[in-house]
Nanobody, 123 residues
Framework: VQLQASGGGLVHAGGSLRLSCEASGFTFDYYDIGWFRQAPGKEREGVSCFRFRDGSTHYQDYVKGRFTVSRDNNENTVYLQMNSLKPEDTAVYYC?????????????????WGKGTQVTVSS
């Protein structure tokens, strides 16, 4: 089971980026998918959680309305579309996943993690 996050880069404030999280060795069926980020000197924090059971996505308040999660089942890939980026969005972004029957969607519940991708937003 492997996850690979990609798509990070340098963008000006107000710009957009789309991150990808590609799974190999398994499919995202019956798995919840989380996006997390960690800024320099700060603790890792949640960004969003997609729930397989009902197809809903929960977003943290600081990204709500700006970030959107989507899936491409054919490509076994999950995307994080990030719009109206702010300098405070600068962080290494990670995707992670866990079986949907596990309650919760925090970092501690995740079973598999991808390597992060750096997002830098300049002011």
């Amino acid at each position: 089971v492997q996850l690979q996050a990609s798509g990070g880069g340098l963008v000006h404030a107000g710009g957009s980026l789309r991150l990808s999280c590609e799974a190999s060795g398994f499919t995202f069926d019956y798995y919840d998918i989380g996006w997390f980020r960690q800024a320099p000197g700060k603790e890792r924090e949640g960004v969003s959680c997609f729930r397989f059971r009902d197809g809903s996505t929960h977003y943290q308040d600081y990204v709500k309305g700006r970030f959107t999660v989507s899936r491409d089942n054919n490509e076994n890939t999950v995307y994080l579309q990030m719009n109206s980026l702010k300098p405070e969005d600068t962080a290494v972004y990670y995707c992670a996943t866990k079986p949907e029957y596990h309650p919760g969607c925090g970092a501690d519940e995740m079973e598999y993690w991808g390597k992060g991708t750096q997002v830098t937003v300049s002011s």
